[in-house]
């Protein structure tokens, strides 16, 4: 019989993109109060695999990844993303979004997104929201999985939640030896 334990705490990140680039420094900001420090940001990135969004956001779509300093539970990833889209709907106007927001976690072996879609891979959390396993880590990196989605399986994604993964790896050993003392 397995032991039932408490999981380590998770690495908080989030995704987001639009249209102004200005926008996203104004939810980061949003962000920050309601989560703490960040301690991790991506390059400016173009969210160009898809032009899904282009109708109801503009193009070309900016896109940055941020990290907060402050680990989290894992099941917290469903009152994230309840924030996130309480910002979204603050930032929609006629229907249309000016921002769009995806919180996730990673840990040792694994990136989450959240999600309010359903589908066959995806883990029903609460209040709406579900888990999509995004990424495994094995063998030195995060590999991507048949659904996952295409720009989180781009090589250069690939590397920079690679050097997330190490810089949250550095703070577990760092937590762990401030309890030992």
């Known amino acids: 019989m397995s032991e039932l334990t408490q999981p380590a705490p998770v690495k908080l990140f989030i995704g987001a993109f639009a249209a102004d680039s200005g926008i996203l420094d104004e939810v980061q900001e949003i962000l920050a109060a309601s989560f703490g420090a960040v301690d991790w940001q991506s390059p400016s990135l173009m969210f160009d695999r898809t032009r899904y969004y282009e109708k109801e956001m503009g193009w070309p779509l900016h896109r940055r990844f941020v990290a907060f300093e402050r680990l989290i539970s894992p099941e917290s990833l469903v009152d994230v993303k309840l924030t996130a889209h309480e910002i979204e709907v603050d930032y929609t106007d006629s229907g ?3 921002v769009n927001i995806d919180p996730g976690y990673l840990c040792a072996e694994r990136l ?6 359903n589908y066959i891979q995806r883990i029903y959390l609460a209040k709406g929201v579900y888990a999509d396993l995004t990424l495994v880590f094995s063998r030195g990196s995060f590999k991507p999985l048949a659904w996952t989605y295409p720009d989180y399986g781009a ?3 690939i590397a920079l939640f690679n050097e997330l993964r ?3 790896m550095a703070q577990l050993r760092a937590s762990r030896m401030v309890e030992r003392d």
């Open 96 to 98: 249309r979004r000016s």
């Open 112 to 117: 989450v997104l959240a999600t309010g879609k």
């Open 155 to 157: 090589p250069e994604m």
């Open 166 to 168: 190490s810089l949250y």
